[in-house]
């Protein structure tokens, strides 16, 4: 199996930036955000201006990054890359008003991957400084001082599907992200004309599943 340096985004990809929104919104003024559909990268932006304090308010204060919930397909999908032998980051930017959002990033991390994960949280405002084979983001352009060394993939979003990107992720389909994950594969028996495949990120861990049910070469990078 061939390691990745793998770097995970955490709003929007790991913790649910919008969610988090509408329910602070609610509890902290009363009313639903006053958001529609999704078009845009940065929320304030899908958002009259007159609310634009409101939101800054919400965002920047106490609570709101460590109480973000989390995307469950997410936390599983990193666990499984880790299992599986790659070197797995989160690469989070904080904001600007950065006296609570920097801890409860942390806070976040430890209350839904563990204690363990604390160690591999990388906290950048340029994401182009750091050294990765991909960079699994919901920002559909990602710029810094440094031509970046990692591949962009696009977590999906509605607000960035009017980017075009080669390599979108979405957690739900294991297709678009287990890519990036190189299993061995054998063999092993057959009936029916149906052959029973056993594959394994490493000696310690092996399952069995159907052929049929599996690509046998998904962009020739799941059985190698």
């Not at 304090?53 to 965002?59: D, E, K, N």
């Not at 801890?103 to 209350?111: C, G, L, M, P, S």
Request: hydrophobic fraction near 35%; include cysteine.
């Amino acid at each position: 199996m061939e390691c990745k340096l793998l770097l995970i985004d955490q709003d929007g990809v790991l913790a649910d930036f919008d969610l988090g929104i509408r329910e602070a919104w609610l509890r902290r003024y009363g009313v639903p955000a006053p958001l529609g559909e999704r078009h845009h990268f940065y929320l304030r932006d899908d958002m009259e201006p007159a609310y634009h304090q409101q939101l800054h308010a919400l965002y920047s204060g106490v609570g709101f990054f460590a109480n973000l919930p989390p995307i469950e397909a997410g936390l599983d999908a990193i666990q499984r890359l880790l299992a599986a032998g790659h070197d797995v980051r989160i690469c989070t930017s904080p904001i600007h008003d950065y006296q609570h959002c920097v801890t409860e990033k942390f806070d976040w991390v430890r209350q839904y991957l563990g204690e363990s994960w604390l160690s591999r949280i990388v906290l950048t405002k340029d994401k182009t400084w750091v050294r990765g084979d991909i960079l699994i983001d919901d920002k559909p352009q990602i710029s810094g001082s440094l031509s970046p060394l990692w591949q962009h993939w696009l977590y999906d979003q509605p607000y960035n599907r009017d980017s075009h990107h080669p390599h979108r992720v979405r957690w739900s389909d294991e297709r678009t992200w287990l890519l990036c994950c190189r299993y061995r594969a054998l063999v092993i028996e057959a009936s029916s004309g149906d052959p029973i495949l056993f594959y394994a990120t490493d000696r310690s861990q092996m399952t069995r599943a159907s052929a049929q049910n599996r690509p046998t070469d998904c962009s020739g990078s799941l059985f190698k």
